[in-house]
């Protein structure tokens, strides 16, 4: 029969209690794990399990670079490409020389605004939230130009009760549809229009029309 060689050992419990001699090794019966002493620290220094520890590089010329701890891992092709992975939020894929592609959301880390430096092209369906302002403007406060058709469900009118001011140009170079059928002041005053207005189909008026 081969000789069998055993440790002193026992629970987790037992084990936090035990204070080992310098250089002593126990074995945690609850864990399945190694603790080694010191002889002056109660419980010792419990030691990580292989499945704790996993890591492992490989690499060669199909498969890139993969850095894997557990279930996560940071994979590195040969194409510029480089795939992240965790158990918990799924897969972020960036190809240096393709496509970006995220699983569910593009976010900032600080919750503020997400800022994108170049041109931004959506090719499939595009769904916004509602605007939650009073305000839009152009980012270098020049006029903002709207190249399709406009539609506005609701009423266009001044703020705060006064008369409706457009200080630059406005550009609709589709249709501006008003669905109420009006373009009013907001305080039943008169609607001042400050350049020339062009008609190219009939201009009707309720009682009588006055050009000065």
Partial sequence: ????????????????????????ITV??????LIVHDGTLAGGSRQAKASETVFKVIADDSVGLE??????????SGGNGITTST????????????????????????STEVVID??????????????ATNVISGSDSSAISVTSSLIIEGVISGGASTQLVIQDGVNVN???????????????????????????GALNAETSLEID
């Fill in 87 to 110: 158990a918990s939020t799924g897969v972020l894929t960036i190809a240096l020389d393709g496509t970006i592609t995220t699983v569910n959301t593009l976010s900032s880390s600080d």
């Fill in 174 to 200: 589709g249709d501006l549809v008003i669905t109420n059928g009006e373009i009013s002041s907001s305080d039943s005053s008169a609607l001042n229009i400050r350049d020339a207005v062009n008609v190219t």
């Fill in 28 to 33: 945690d019966t609850t864990e399945d794990r």
């Fill in 118 to 131: 170049d041109g931004f092209r959506v090719t499939g369906a595009s769904t916004l939230p509602t605007i």
């Fill in 1 to 24: 029969m081969p000789t069998t060689v055993q440790f002193r050992r026992g629970t987790t419990a037992q084990n936090l209690a035990f204070t080992g001699s310098a250089g002593e």
């Fill in 67 to 76: 850095l894997q701890g557990g279930t996560d891992f940071l994979h590195i």
